[in-house]
């Protein structure tokens, strides 16, 4: 299943919300200023790393994987998805159920400030920053600079040093290593996993490679 070819991955779209994040945008203004600059600040210092990893590595399948696995609208919407907004507040209010709505934006935003908390005010913060994003960067660099920041567990501090943990050649990626990373995303592995968890890692993985075969245009 080895798919050394760079290759667009834009076509994996539905219908157009990019109008919500405007919306967005537009009423909160100025607001989460100081927040802003400093979000800016940091996209500035990743630039160069980002071009650097962009020519020396093939990013085709790791950013196909960590759309299928963790944004599957994100070529739709804008930096925040109000489907997933709407299907989290129903799962919380009728199965008293939390459910992830993060777009790869918010993702980012959460891990360059470096904020974690589980809170409202937090993820309202996530949402205005992530719906602005789109000034500094395109949907190409987005999901990059994210693997580049995210952590995928022990000693797996960004998807350069995960790869080399996990034996995997970016420059030639292939399906099932790339799904084995991103499935980390959700499960980051410890030092010593147990053998529940890695039996998670393992469903999520597949969940993603069939995801992939199912989607063959997402990388080619």
Do not use: C
């Amino acid at each position: 299943t080895r798919l050394p070819l760079r290759g667009v991955i834009d076509d994996y779209r539905g219908l157009p919300i990019t109008w919500f994040s405007r919306l967005i945008e537009i009423l909160t203004g100025g607001l989460y200023a100081d927040e802003w600059r400093k979000l800016q600040s940091k996209i500035r210092d990743s630039e160069h790393l980002l071009g650097t990893y962009i020519g020396r590595y093939n990013f085709t399948l790791p950013v196909a994987a960590l759309v299928i696995a963790e944004d599957k609208r994100y070529y739709s919407h804008g930096g925040t998805d109000p489907i997933a907004i709407v299907r989290a507040i129903w799962s919380i209010a009728v199965r008293g159920e939390l459910q992830g709505a993060s777009t790869i934006e918010q993702q980012l935003v959460r891990v360059l400030i470096a904020d974690y908390r589980k809170s409202i005010s937090r993820k309202i913060k996530e949402i205005v920053l992530a719906v602005r994003l789109h000034r500094l960067l395109s949907k190409h660099q987005i999901p990059v600079l994210y693997l580049i920041h995210a952590y995928f567990g022990w000693k797996m501090n960004g998807i350069v040093q995960a790869a080399g943990h996990l034996k995997f050649d970016l420059k030639q990626p292939f399906v099932e290593g790339a799904s084995a990373m991103i499935a980390r995303i959700r499960y980051p592995q410890p030092s010593k996993a147990s053998e529940k968890l890695l039996e998670k890692i393992e469903h999520r993985k597949n969940w993603i490679v069939g995801r992939l075969d199912k989607y063959p245009y997402l990388v080619f």
